[in-house]
């Protein structure tokens, strides 16, 4: 049986949607009190060392300790200097490490800014040590974040070399995580191979007991599956059922708050049961199109049958960079062994 079938009343509390354009944060009790709305950034806290940034593209978490300051995402460049002066607010304590969860522009834009905003917790005599790079904040993420973030040859970079990860692991090379220990806690970054891209991490705080899903979860919209970035739909049910197993809900007492608290990629928080309703939601729409493709049935032919009944209203959306057809046809791809892969 999947973990995580037990449902906790506790999704009552989370009813407090804050709408952020097209994402929003949800707050409980103690949480309210740390709520900011400046600049059009909400500053939600999550944790007492635990926040999250809202409205500067990709959501952002920011954790707060004795060491300095965890930055997970760091929203898009035009937003960079509003979210500086947010965390400013929220401590002096300097930038130790940035993480990025993927290489979309609005988990990455930030990245100069902040890292040139931190200072290095040790000398390393590397590239953040030499001239320009004196003092900054170190970023971290998965090789390919760095591969995509750097210019391929013979074309102009996209992203300038302040911006690039300065650590990376490789699942390439079997490193399938990475660990900090920083604030007198474990930090755990997490491959999810073949996901949203070929090159996500989950980010699990674990004494603050949060986690970071990057896009693996957007409660916004269908997830976004990059398919010229190596996503599929089966990677994103695989990565849920990781959170899955990393969170746990506020059993037995389920009239109190407590449990796991998840930071999607975009939209509000969730605990354990929310993952489980938006895996259950994939894995559903996954078995529609996978059933159709058995039957013959062509791409046409499934967009017809409309897999995503049930789910629409919620998540879809027939406008935008991304459509309820583009989803589907993402979907159909990714179980099409001619046109998609498996992880």
Same mark, same amino acid.
């Given at each position: 049986?999947? +973990?995580?079938?037990?449902? %906790? &009343?506790?999704?009552?509390? !989370?009813?407090?949607?804050?709408?952020?354009? #097209?994402?929003?944060?949800?707050?409980?009790?103690?949480?309210? &009190?740390?709520?900011?709305?400046?600049?059009?950034?909400?500053?939600?806290?999550?944790?007492?060392?635990?926040?999250?940034? #809202?409205?500067?593209?990709?959501?952002?978490?920011?954790?707060?300790?004795?060491?300095?300051?965890?930055?997970?995402?760091?929203?898009?460049? /035009?937003?960079?200097?509003?979210?500086?002066?947010?965390?400013? +607010?929220?401590?002096?304590?300097?930038?130790?490490?940035?993480? $990025?969860?993927?290489?979309?522009?609005?988990?990455?834009?930030?990245?100069?800014?902040?890292?040139?905003?931190?200072?290095?917790?040790?000398?390393?005599?590397?590239?953040?040590?030499?001239?320009?790079?004196?003092?900054?904040?170190?970023?971290?993420?998965?090789?390919?974040?760095?591969?995509?973030?750097?210019?391929?040859?013979?074309? /102009?970079?996209? @992203? *300038?070399?302040? #911006? !690039?990860?300065?650590?990376?692991? &490789?699942?390439? !090379?079997?490193?399938?995580?990475?660990?900090?220990?920083?604030?007198?806690?474990?930090?755990?970054?997490?491959?999810?191979?073949?996901?949203?891209?070929?090159?996500?991490?989950?980010?699990? @705080?674990?004494?603050?007991?949060?986690?970071?899903?990057?896009?693996?979860?957007?409660?916004?919209?269908?997830?976004?599956? =990059? !398919? &010229?970035?190596?996503?599929?739909?089966?990677?994103?049910?695989?990565?849920?059922?990781?959170?899955?197993?990393?969170?746990?809900?506020?059993?037995?007492?389920?009239?109190? /708050?407590?449990?796991?608290?998840?930071?999607?990629?975009?939209?509000?928080?969730?605990?354990?049961?929310?993952?489980? =309703?938006?895996?259950?939601?994939?894995?559903?729409?996954?078995?529609?199109?996978?059933? *159709?493709? +058995?039957?013959?049935?062509?791409?046409?032919?499934?967009? +017809?049958? $409309?897999?995503?009944?049930?789910?629409?209203?919620?998540?879809?959306?027939? %406008?935008?960079?991304?459509?309820?057809?583009?989803?589907?046809?993402?979907?159909?791809?990714?179980?099409?062994?001619?046109?998609?892969?498996?992880?």
């Amino acid at each position: 049986m999947l +973990k995580g079938v037990v449902r %906790s &009343s506790t999704t009552r509390v !989370l009813a407090s949607v804050v709408l952020l354009g #097209a994402s929003g944060a949800v707050g409980t009790g103690q949480e309210k &009190s740390a709520e900011q709305a400046v600049g059009g950034l909400e500053v939600l806290q999550v944790r007492p060392d635990v926040y999250m940034i #809202a409205g500067a593209g990709a959501n952002i978490a920011v954790q707060i300790g004795q060491d300095g300051v965890v930055v997970v995402d760091t929203g898009t460049a /035009e937003r960079a200097e509003q979210v500086v002066a947010e965390i400013r +607010k929220l401590t002096p304590r300097a930038i130790r490490y940035i993480i $990025n969860t993927s290489a979309d522009a609005d988990h990455v834009g930030g990245n100069e800014r902040l890292s040139a905003a931190g200072r290095s917790i040790i000398p390393t005599g590397g590239l953040n040590e030499i001239g320009a790079f004196v003092g900054r904040a170190p970023i971290i993420a998965e090789e390919r974040v760095l591969a995509r973030m750097g210019a391929p040859q013979g074309q /102009e970079a996209a @992203f *300038s070399t302040g #911006a !690039l990860p300065t650590h990376t692991y &490789s699942a390439a !090379l079997r490193e399938l995580q990475k660990d900090v220990f920083l604030n007198g806690q474990a930090v755990q970054i997490s491959y999810q191979p073949a996901a949203h891209t070929d090159g996500d991490s989950v980010v699990f @705080f674990r004494r603050s007991d949060v986690v970071v899903a990057g896009d693996v979860m957007d409660t916004t919209r269908f997830p976004m599956i =990059d !398919l &010229s970035k190596g996503g599929t739909i089966q990677g994103l049910i695989h990565s849920l059922n990781r959170i899955i197993e990393l969170t746990v809900p506020p059993v037995p007492l389920t009239w109190q /708050e407590g449990g796991t608290t998840v930071i999607p990629g975009h939209g509000r928080l969730c605990e354990e049961a929310e993952v489980v =309703d938006y895996r259950d939601m994939l894995t559903i729409i996954r078995d529609r199109v996978q059933d *159709s493709i +058995k039957k013959g049935l062509t791409l046409e032919q499934v967009q +017809k049958t $409309n897999p995503t009944q049930g789910y629409r209203r919620r998540y879809g959306s027939d %406008s935008g960079s991304w459509t309820t057809q583009m989803f589907v046809e993402a979907v159909y791809k990714s179980l099409t062994p001619k046109t998609g892969s498996r992880p």
